[in-house]
């Protein structure tokens, strides 16, 4: 069974940093890109950033380049999401999503909660 | 970037009615779209890949069309479990990005 864990959420203030993990397991990670998905409190779904298998191609939002990073460690299926200079319009549930061949974001986490607040 | 508009917003309808909703690409997407369910606090559920392949497990009642700029997502007849925001999905380039929601409930 497929399944994503996402840890590292919690209240951080304006300018801080925090970083996001993400473990798989139940099939073969290293094989699959994955995502970060984001949905901010009552609002819809916000694609994040992307990083390939082998973490050749990595892609962010406009929203976020030059302040995340995502990475990989195939070796543990785990994947991050480094999030710093954090913003209060970053607040919102953070969801890992794997890509399957042809038909990517097929299974999702259940998310974490990241508040940016003073 | 490609915009994705749904329609309607929201919808109020009944157990056992026939649900259509509408995803439009503001330009054209092939059929690299898929739906999704989501129900307060969870994770967001894949119903529909490459616009009208059911996902494995999901019910027969769930149905999606389309190809290029328009796509549709039809539930065959509501049942309570179905009472959920809907979104579409654009993976035909980046940024990938999602419909606005429709929010499906109780008449």
């Known amino acids: 069974e497929v399944q994503l864990v996402e840890s590292g959420g919690g209240l951080v203030k304006p300018g801080g940093s925090l970083r996001l993990s993400c473990a798989a397991s139940?099939?073969?990670?290293?094989?699959?890109?994955m995502n970060w998905v984001r949905q901010a409190p009552g609002k819809g779904l916000e694609w994040v950033s992307s990083?390939?298998?082998?973490?050749?191609?990595?892609y962010y939002a406009d929203s976020v380049k030059g302040r995340f990073t995502i990475s990989r460690d195939n070796a543990k299926n785990s994947l991050y999401l480094q999030m710093n200079s954090l913003r209060a319009e970053d607040t919102a549930v953070y969801y890992c999503?794997?890509?399957?061949?042809?038909?990517?974001?097929?299974?999702w986490g259940q998310g974490t909660l990241v508040t940016v607040s003073s | 970037d490609i915009q994705m508009t749904q329609s309607p917003s929201s919808l109020s309808a009944s157990v056992g009615d026939r649900v259509t909703i509408t995803c439009r690409a503001s330009?054209?997407?092939?059929?690299?779209l898929g739906w999704y369910q989501q129900k307060p606090g969870k994770a967001p559920k894949r119903l529909i890949y490459?616009?009208?392949s059911l996902q494995s497990g999901v019910p027969s009642r769930f149905s999606g069309s389309g190809s290029g700029t328009e796509f549709t997502l039809t539930i065959s007849s509501l049942q309570p479990e179905d009472f959920a925001t809907y979104y579409c999905l654009q993976h035909n380039s980046y940024p990938p990005t999602f419909g606005p929601g429709t929010k499906v409930d109780i008449k």
């Open positions: 990083i390939s298998s082998s973490s050749s191609y990595i």
């Open positions: 490459a616009a009208s």
């Open positions: 139940g099939f073969t990670f290293s094989s699959y890109s």
């Open positions: 330009q054209g997407i092939r059929n690299d």
């Open positions: 999503a794997r890509d399957a061949v042809g038909a990517p974001f097929d299974y």
